[in-house]
């Protein structure tokens, strides 16, 4: 039986499948304490039967280096009472036989589009996703990238829209990309959340602006064939194709691979792309 | 017998040697046109037998991914006869049995600091060349990134400098790192070659304050656990220092890879990194 987990800020999902990505059943519950989570987790699995291999994709900061000594450990994080649980050790304890693969959980989803999404076939794909904050997954030469830890996208640093005096809200770096164009900088920025927002509001040209800013960034050091942005967000009408039009422009014409349109798109997937993506893990090989 | 190539724009490297980077014999002479530079480097190796395999590491656009139509072809550069021309077709004439192994110079320098250099032993590793342009190889969980066609470092968009209204040099983005940073900037910025101020000049902040917020966008996408600064321009003292003071500065404690000091460093093969990273490419199996 070939299982997998996305463990989200505010929900997980469980799930049996195959490691093709194709779901058999999943079930959906809020997160909750690290402890109740995986015990509603294990408790549905063992239902199900003995899971031989599990793909989990976490949120943030984790450590997914399985040559780290605190493999599976959440790391420092605001989210309450989780920061230097281990995801692992109660699922390995569970089921001492199994495989477990970890990965993040917008490098699952980026696995996910690039297989049977947004990029189906491509080799070189990043999933971004703007929620609260802003993350991405990037598919590079056919692998995810990790490196030290693993990417934290949001944090690039940008010009900044010369008209535009905002602050930013990361409380790191002020005016990062996720300090400027995340949900909580749209929310702070214009008194309003992003779905309040019709979509010939000035705030999506910003949004667009700081995003191809953002996959310039990308075209530089591990550069996509296609960029899929997903996340709450990214639903906001047009905001894709306003996104590829401003990187045209910025791009001027030096990376051969932003004519290939489309180049911005949606993710296909919807809310299945990470469960499905821990799926894949599971057949990734070393 | 193991060889390789360097070919950088104004001049070529050719060598024999050994897959771990061992120099056995090297020629260095100028780049002159793409038929008499092949010419002379198929003559000299010529002279020291047939070689089974050889690494090239060349200057770009190029095309180094093996599966393309056009692998082995110099891409459109300003570089006069240069563009459309075949580096591997005369090679694989002169050598038909040779196996080639084609990389960017910046990806080969990056291989031979990371195995031999100034970040040995560590599997996630950038590194910058600072001259006349801004390039970067990265490697990332022991591997060399490509992606579509490869990363092009220089052309990231960042942040001006709140005291800087300099236009920036580059043809196509004007302000990016290589339009604010690189030698061709610091020469028409400051009317002074860089070998030309002195180490207390403001220049070297700015180079410091560009090159660190390059640096995190390398943190944000493909993290290096060591960042190599190479090149003529790096060669300023305390540059390197400087860079990795305002990084951590600008990190704001967000990436634990920065607080392993020293995390900028000068390359440590110096002129050898690149035809030593060129040996070391026909180890790399697939």
């Not at 999943?26 to 899971?51: C, N, Q, Y």
């Not at 000035?202 to 050091?221: R, V």
């Amino acid at each position: 039986m070939i299982s997998a987990m996305e463990l989200g800020g505010t929900k997980t999902v469980v799930a049996i499948g195959e490691s093709d990505g194709t779901l058999i059943e999943e079930m959906r519950f809020p997160t909750s304490t690290p402890e109740d989570t995986l015990k509603t987790a294990i408790e549905w699995f063992s239902r199900k039967g003995t899971p031989e291999a599990m793909g989990i994709a976490a949120f943030g900061p984790v450590q997914i280096n399985p040559k780290a000594e605190n493999w599976g450990e959440m790391l420092a994080t605001p989210k309450p009472n989780w920061s230097g649980f281990s995801i692992t050790n109660a699922l390995s304890e569970a089921f001492p036989e199994m495989e477990i693969t970890l990965e993040t959980d917008v490098n699952a989803a980026c696995l996910a589009e690039a297989r049977i999404g947004a990029a189906e076939g491509l080799e070189n794909v990043a999933y971004i996703t703007i929620g609260t904050g802003i993350g991405a997954g990037v598919l590079c030469d056919g692998r995810l990238l990790h490196g030290a830890l693993h990417p934290e996208f949001g944090h690039v640093l940008l010009p900044r829209k010369s008209d535009d005096d905002f602050e930013g809200v990361c409380p790191f770096h002020g005016d990062c990309l996720e300090g400027m164009a995340s949900g909580s900088a749209i929310a702070k920025r214009w008194q309003k959340s992003g779905d309040e927002l019709p979509p010939d509001h000035p705030a999506w040209d910003t949004e667009a602006w700081y995003l191809a800013h953002g996959i310039q960034a990308l075209l530089g050091i591990a550069p996509p064939e296609r960029v899929v942005i997903g996340g709450g967000v990214s639903q906001a009408e047009g905001l894709h194709e306003k996104t590829e039009k401003q990187l045209i422009e910025l791009a001027g014409g030096y990376f051969p691979a932003v004519g290939n349109s489309p180049y911005v798109v949606p993710p296909k997937l919807g809310q299945d792309a990470g469960i499905r993506g821990a799926l894949m893990l599971t057949g990734l090989g070393c």
